[in-house]
């Protein structure tokens, strides 16, 4: 494989590496597969055992995507859940989901066809993932989302305007091909509701706000549609509340939506009950062992196991060994319980691991209590990012995952680019929301306190503040400005892409991407190597088999979402690009275990 984990010893200063200890953990057919030496269950037998036909491990939108699929096709189905809640990191995103020629997309008009889809994805992922992994996705995708809609209460509207990352490539749509969900009622989940995982940020209170919404709402204080569709927002949520409804949009419908599909098809879903391992006969997966109520519990899969408990992003020992530095657990935004627990079972079992030192990345703020994946805020004229020699080094307004990959191929003692920094000023801060923080409003004093951000009156007092050169960043900001005025990126061609401007601001001219900073005082906030979950995982085929690094296939193991590989690649198609195959390729394990329909 090209895959980094390839690359890695096998020896440490201190012993054994992790991948040593788990590989030298598989026991051969028969015996459950026992985790590192010397601990987990010791080839001991569960005291419990229960039988199912599949075996789904992880609620998120992988998991019962696949989960209701199977049970749609007559399987006999459970899904087993690490955490207390169910949704994972799909119950804390937008929800975007990236799935061209659907059948929303078409009926709004959108002129996609599946040769523009096929030559766009092409360009995009490029050699990284094979040609009939692809077209597996493409072909599947429009038909789990029709099937989603007919076997839950979901139904999904189209993001209009929000543009493919890549619109110039061939086949690529500037007026986007995503999707997101409708406004759902929670009461459809009954009890249910309490069990869901809360949302990253919350929607303000009163209000029924879709992603595409914040576009607009962001720069609600010098956009008149953005004051329209704050009221349409309130609006809504007015409307909701004397129906007596609890709506839900993004994230939490998604969730939400598919658990309600579980709940009518009689899926039971485990909530604290995490995987200890996978059982192996024969060279077989037939099932797994999780803990359950203090009881290890075996629960056979007479057809197989389909493993999406999302990426390893709150594995410090994980992203150590695959991922570059700096990194850690702290910048992510991803469920906190994806801590890789179903690839290193898959790994145990012989999975071939691929793309480990890559994730969904995007620069991020680390501001107390949780990092904040900055989107908007860097995009909007009036800012720039500089590094630690206070030089601009990005276009700022590039997709979140190319940004952040730039800042660690440039990082180096020289020209460190970790920590970057957005610089902003007053002029900024008086026309944009900022997170939560509306304009003109200060920010909190906790974000000052922790080193996130920081203000001063002057540029060079500011860069004496961040510890970058003082003649650099003013020299920085002056070739900015300049670039502004006359409405040309000229280093970095911010603006010239229609998804650079999609969060931009129609009354700047000549480039909506861009404006001087001149308007005292001047902010700094500090930017790391966020991420939304990592991307690498489990080496699946177009079936969403899991294979082994010969090639050849585990029977009787699938993985979907981010405990698998990603389809995608190193790159990054649109918005939804992480939902949208996670619930595809769940949807396509489901199918491969039940056989033609």
């Known amino acids: ?17 992790r991948r040593t200890l788990l590989r030298g953990a598989a026991i051969a057919g028969g015996a459950l597969v026992t985790g590192v030496t010397g601990a987990g269950l010791g080839g001991a037998p569960a005291r419990a055992q229960v039988q199912y036909d599949v075996v789904v491990v992880g609620a998120g939108a992988a998991g019962m995507t696949a989960a209701l699929t199977a049970a749609k096709r007559g399987l006999r189905t459970v899904v087993v859940e690490k955490a207390p809640t169910f949704g994972g990191s799909a119950a804390r995103s937008g929800a975007g989901i990236w799935i061209p020629n659907n059948e929303v997309i078409l009926a709004a008009g959108v002129p996609d066809t599946p040769a523009k889809a096929a030559a766009y994805l092409a360009r995009v992922v490029g050699d990284t993932v094979p040609v009939e992994r692809q077209q597996a996705f493409l072909n599947a995708g429009p038909a789990m989302l029709s099937f989603v809609m007919r076997n839950s209460p979901l139904r999904f509207r189209f993001m209009e305007g929000y543009s493919d990352y890549y619109p110039e490539l061939p086949g690529g749509m500037p007026n ?6 409708d406004q759902l009622d929670g009461r459809v989940l009954g009890a249910e509701l309490n069990r869901l ?3 990253y940020i919350p929607t303000p209170a009163g209000m029924v706000v879709f992603s595409a919404d914040y576009k607009w709402l962001t720069l609600s204080a010098v956009h008149p549609k953005g004051i329209e569709v704050a009221a349409a927002c309130l609006l809504r949520g007015t409307e909701a509340a004397l129906r007596g ?10 969730a939400g939506g598919l658990r309600a599909g579980l709940l009518s098809a009689g899926v039971p879903v485990w909530l604290n009950t995490p995987l200890v391992d996978l059982r192996l006969e024969g060279g077989r997966v037939t099932g797994v062992v999780v803990s359950k109520n203090g009881t290890q519990t075996l629960v056979k899969a007479a057809r197989g196991v389909i493993v999406g408990s999302g990426g390893f992003e709150h594995s410090a020992a994980m992203r150590a060994e695959f991922q570059r530095q700096p990194i850690g657990t702290s910048w992510t935004v991803g469920a906190k319980e994806n801590t890789g627990d179903g690839i290193e079972a898959g790994e145990r079992a012989g999975a071939a691991l691929e793309l480990m030192e890559d994730a969904w990345w995007g620069p991020a703020i680390p501001l107390p209590g949780e990092a904040y994946f900055c989107l908007a805020e860097r995009t909007l004229p009036g800012c720039i990012m500089v590094n630690g020699n206070g030089v601009r080094f990005v276009n700022e307004g590039a997709p979140y995952s190319d940004v952040v990959h730039v800042m660690y191929d440039r990082n180096t003692p020289a020209a460190p680019h970790i920590p970057a920094w957005l610089i902003v000023d007053q ?10 923080v509306a304009p003109l409003l200060p920010l909190p004093s906790s974000w000052y306190d922790s080193g996130a951000v920081h203000k001063a009156w002057t540029i060079e007092q500011l860069a004496q503040q961040i510890g970058v050169p003082q003649a650099a960043l003013r020299g920085t900001v002056t070739r900015f400005n300049e670039f502004a005025v006359n409405g040309k990126d000229l280093d970095f061609h911010r603006g010239d892409s229609a998804y650079d401007r999609y969060y931009a601001d129609p009354f700047v001219k000549p480039n909506p991407c861009l404006a001087p900073l001149w308007l005292p005082p001047f902010y700094a906030f500090k930017i790391v190597p966020g991420d939304l979950g990592t991307k690498g995982g489990m080496l699946t085929d177009s079936r969403a088999r899991v294979l082994r690094e010969d090639g050849s296939v585990i029977p009787g193991l699938y993985a979907a979402g981010n405990a698998s590989a990603a389809v995608m690649g190193h790159s990054y198609a649109g918005a939804g690009s992480t939902l949208g195959p996670a619930m595809t390729f769940g949807y396509i394990a489901a199918n491969d275990l039940a056989g033609p329909a």
């Open 1 to 17: 494989m090209a895959d980094a984990t390839q690359n890695r010893a096998n020896q440490t200063p201190e012993g054994p590496s």
């Open 176 to 181: 986007g091909r995503s999707v997101e969900p």
């Open 197 to 199: 995982n809360p949302a």
């Open 245 to 254: 409804e609890k709506p839900l949009t993004m994230g939490q419908a998604l």
């Open 427 to 436: 002029q900024y801060r008086n026309r944009y929301l900022f997170k939560d």
